[in-house]
């Protein structure tokens, strides 16, 4: 499949709670899954989408979950030391990563590579700063704080979304996974809410189907937002403590011109 990139490294960026397993089975679609190399924080090394277990019936989007999981990489039934070999064999350094690597992706920074990939394709998704915040909230509930961020949040069921949400090591994290770069330096730039025209763009084909200039609010009233506790006075507050998020995300909607 011919993909924007024209055969320059990609270097994807995923800022936690942003993509979703979706976007993983698009990646091994677009590239096919042993050339995409996935970084996992608590291992700080790569491993290959195709290089995880599973059956000849497993589709892509499983595969993906399970990289997106809290659960272990690799299954093995043998000694813990085998296992390690194992893991190892089937995993990469940054400074390591097999020549045929077409894509990486993962929660790091584009200075990650600096000195690995000659002119990669940088890409990167935001998304709404309130929406991303739900989203890591309920991941983190789901998985009883097991998860494969590179902010760690002890686990505690009392936890209100509320406070978890303005919990200081939060305050504007996507203008922090920027790294060293303005948006403007990325090559290409999306939003979760339009993934598809994103997609779309990587794969180099016709994306305008996806314009969509409609503005919309929070619906308060509904149960989802009810049930979290978030009211108007809290999304004030949400968005003076995180102010450069929202300008970066309005940005990102501006460069691409829909949603």
């Known amino acids: 499949m011919t993909s924007v990139t024209n055969q320059r490294v990609h270097i994807s960026v995923d800022i936690e709670g942003t993509t979703n397993s979706s976007f993983l089975a698009e990646l091994g679609n677009i590239y096919g899954t042993d050339q995409v190399l996935i970084y996992k924080v608590s291992l700080k090394r790569f491993v290959r989408l195709s290089d995880i277990p599973h059956t000849p019936a497993t589709s892509l989007l499983k595969l993906g979950k399970d990289l997106l999981s809290s659960t272990p990489l690799f299954a093995h039934n043998s000694s813990n030391q085998d296992g390690k070999k194992y893991q190892e064999n089937h995993t990469y350094t940054r400074k390591n990563l097999p020549p045929d690597t077409a894509v990486v992706h993962g929660h790091f920074t584009p200075s990650m590579f600096k000195g690995v990939f000659y002119n990669p394709f940088i890409s990167i ?3 709404d700063p309130l929406e991303r915040m739900i989203s890591l909230y309920e991941e983190w509930k789901q998985k009883k704080g097991g998860t494969d961020w590179r902010v760690t949040i002890p686990f505690d069921n009392k936890l209100s979304f509320t406070d978890f949400a303005l919990q200081e090591r939060f305050n504007n ?4 996974c920027l790294g060293n770069r303005r948006l403007g330096d ?3 730039v999306g ?4 993934q598809p025209g994103f997609i779309a763009q ?3 084909k016709d994306w305008t189907g996806y314009v969509n200039s409609k503005s919309k609010g929070y619906p308060l009233d509904k149960p989802r937002f009810k049930n979290l506790g ?3 006075e809290f999304i004030e507050n949400y968005q003076t403590v995180n102010q450069m998020d929202y300008a970066i995300y ?3 909607k501006e460069f691409i011109g829909y949603c």
Request: overall charge positive; some cysteine; glycine content about 0%.
């Open 186 to 188: 990325y090559d290409l």
């Open 173 to 176: 994290f996507q203008s922090k």
């Open 125 to 127: 998704i935001l998304k």
């Open 202 to 204: 990587l794969k180099n």
């Open 250 to 252: 309005l940005q990102a």
């Open 191 to 194: 939003v979760a809410e339009c």
């Open 230 to 232: 978030i009211t108007q």
